[in-house]
């Protein structure tokens, strides 16, 4: 990856981005747990058990933009109505589960503890929303919805394609079509269109040099925070390879300073309490309801 005294910070900051993160974004895509979730090969359960990794990434990161939804360098590319991922996630959950309360399932419940690397990466992107600076949310933001936008695209396709699915029971790679009528689903030219209009408010928000080097250095810790992400995956056995990528091991290094993970109740709680705190609303049952809404479904 390149260093960040070597990038030219005069050119627009998603070229900068492109430029920087090539080498790890493509060390990253040789991951034992890209492959097997881009081959197709992946099993049913293991596939349902990532989305709910995602489900409580997205509700962290899309909670904390929420917070900030002003703030200058943010702003520009908020855009909930067309990015927001977890309401679509959580909808792709039930239905590959079959169930509407899928936070009782039983492979949901098997995952508590919640594993270090996710409880690491919520904790990291919290400390961010409840800094002076939210400035480096934007470098998770890019990642996460460029990469939906992107490789996400292919896995969709291959994720309907190995489990037998109908195009719809599959929407947390689905985007709304620019300008269309409510619920057309963006096509790939307009997929494209969504990813310059992101790069275009990216570069117009963020022109320091300044700002450059400190959003250029958190993609950095996002892309090794994503990588133990997949490098959770449980690939099918026999396909594990014992030779990781060249590099690999450097990427799935901590990143930055070691962080406590969290539990998941109290991520829960201290979710809800600024959630709370930003909307006058009152404690009680509001808790469950406010993660029925987010997408959590739980029975009461």
């Known amino acids: 990856m390149a260093s960040s005294s070597t990038l030219d910070y005069s050119k627009p900051f998603s070229q ?3 430029e920087g993160t090539k080498d790890i974004h493509d060390t990253i895509s040789k991951s034992e747990g890209a492959k097997a979730l881009t081959s197709g090969t992946l099993e049913r359960d293991e596939y349902v ?22 703030h200058p360098v943010l702003a520009p ?4 109505s067309v990015l927001a991922r977890a309401p679509s996630i959580s909808a792709d959950i039930a239905g590959l589960l079959q169930t509407t309360a899928w936070a009782s399932h039983p492979l949901h419940l098997s995952m508590h503890p919640l594993p270090k690397p996710l409880l690491d990466y919520i904790a990291h992107i919290q400390a961010i929303a409840d800094s002076d600076d939210p400035t480096p949310l934007l470098a998770h933001s890019y990642l996460r919805y460029l990469g939906d936008l992107s490789g996400g695209q292919f896995i969709k396709r291959t ?18 079509k620019p300008g269309g009528p409510a619920g057309q689903i963006a096509d790939q030219g307009d997929i494209l269109k969504l990813k310059n209009i992101f790069k275009e408010r990216m570069d117009e928000s963020i022109t320091t040099p300044e700002a450059k080097k400190v959003v250029f250095e958190e993609t950095k810790v996002a892309y090794r925070f994503n990588a133990q992400l997949l490098n959770l995956i449980r690939p099918p056995p026999g396909q594990l390879n014992d030779t990781p ?56």
């Open 16 to 18: 900068v981005l492109k």
């Open 245 to 300: 990528a060249k590099g690999l091991a450097d990427v799935l290094a901590p990143p930055g300073s070691p962080l406590l993970g969290v539990g998941v109740g109290l991520f829960l709680v201290h979710t809800y309490l600024m959630y709370a705190a930003r909307t006058n609303t009152s404690l009680g049952c509001n808790f469950l309801s406010f993660f029925g809404n987010r997408g959590l479904p739980i029975s009461t």
């Open 49 to 70: 058990r990532h989305l709910i990794m995602l489900w409580y990434l997205y509700i962290t990161l899309e909670n904390a933009l929420d917070a900030h939804a002003n």
């Open 77 to 80: 590319t908020y855009n909930p």
């Open 159 to 176: 994720v309907l394609k190995s489990y037998q699915l109908q195009d719809q029971a599959i929407t947390s790679y689905d985007f709304p």
